[in-house]
């Protein structure tokens, strides 16, 4: 219950980045309000830029705020420890651990294609807290009493679940949230090299293409789109541009915007099929219990019957 609430608290913001800012809101003329406020857009690079600063951002803070208990209860465990009585360990020590790690397993690979710095924190994170977990282990807990099992209950299908996640999310930000499809599309369908067009280069043009220019002539309807971001032109009309694929007389979809919606579509299906061929594979190469193994452990039931039997 508990991993389920921080896993909802802390990556809810980033799946509304990835997926829904900056795509229902609208366009010039035709902003989709709420109380008569504006929806909030992306940054004039992408979602992709907002996505990694906000990944970066939640990813440092909840690493650092964990630690800071840790710290404090070490402190006091050292200060206040006597070699005679050690404190007991944790009833959910194990539990809280196993929290921890799959919320750090699901920073490192839900949105990894957006913040490749993710399994760098991590490993950066791992080293501290073995160094407090080893302090506290040794020199201010009792020793654990281990227990010995097979699997990890239900942690291996939470393991399981974030994994398959991870393959359709990075998919997704990949072709829907960054411009890498787009670019693709413009690269070898409408730009100079698609052209045939020699000593330009093949992205020259790109960000021309990417916007839609929307022209307001009267003063009326330049009042009511103050709020928009407007260039003053000399013969007094409104120029305002703005990242989408529409006609500038009706402001209809264009043909460059299904073609585009397409190739995302198709790129990730070959995405996600690609890499579940691959965990297919890989699953059969390297099992999760070696032949080895196996018939080791076969071997000493056998021997433990022929024991009974004698």
């Known amino acids: 219950m508990m991993f389920t609430f921080q896993f ?32 909030e857009e992306c940054h004039p690079s992408g979602c992709l ?17 964990n630690k800071i208990p840790s710290l404090t209860s070490l402190r006091e465990k050292h200060v206040c420890a006597h070699p005679l009585q050690l404190a007991e360990e944790e009833n959910n020590y194990q539990l809280a651990d196993l929290d921890d790690l799959m919320i750090q397993f699901s920073f490192t690979t839900l949105f990894v294609a957006a913040f490749p710095l993710a399994p760098l924190m991590a490993l950066i994170n791992n080293i501290v807290e073995i160094r407090l977990e080893a302090i506290k282990m040794v020199r201010l807990e009792r020793r654990l009493i ?31 949230t960054s411009d890498f499809v ?71 979809l264009t043909s460059h915007f299904w073609l585009v919606l397409a190739a995302r579509l198709a790129f990730v299906m ?6 579940r061929h691959n965990s297919v594979n890989i699953a059969w190469f390297v099992p999760s219990d070696s032949l080895m193994v196996k018939n080791d452990r076969r071997e000493k039931k ?8 004698e």
């Open 8 to 39: 909802f608290t802390l990556f809810s913001s980033l799946f509304y980045i990835a997926f829904f800012l900056g795509r229902i809101n609208g366009h010039p003329g035709n902003y989709v309000r709420i109380a008569g406020f504006r929806l």
């Open 146 to 176: 281990p227990k010995k099992t097979n699997v990890m209950g239900i942690w291996t299908n939470v393991l399981e679940a974030i994994g398959v996640l991870a393959v359709i999310t990075n998919g997704l930000v990949i072709g829907i």
């Open 270 to 275: 070959v995405f996600e099929v690609c890499l």
């Open 302 to 309: 056998l021997d433990q019957l022929k024991e009974e039997l």
């Open 182 to 252: 787009p670019r693709l599309v413009y690269r070898y369908g409408y730009g100079p090299c698609a052209l045939g067009e020699a000593g330009t280069h093949c992205m020259s043009g790109y960000i021309n293409s990417s916007l839609t220019t929307r022209r307001v002539g009267d003063v009326e309807q330049q009042a009511r789109m103050n709020d928009e971001l407007c260039v003053i032109t000399e013969v007094l009309s409104c120029v305002c541009s703005f990242r989408d694929f529409r006609s500038e007389e009706d402001h209809s």
């Open 49 to 65: 830029t907002d996505l990694s600063i906000q990944m970066g951002v939640i990813m440092t803070l909840s690493q650092v705020m």
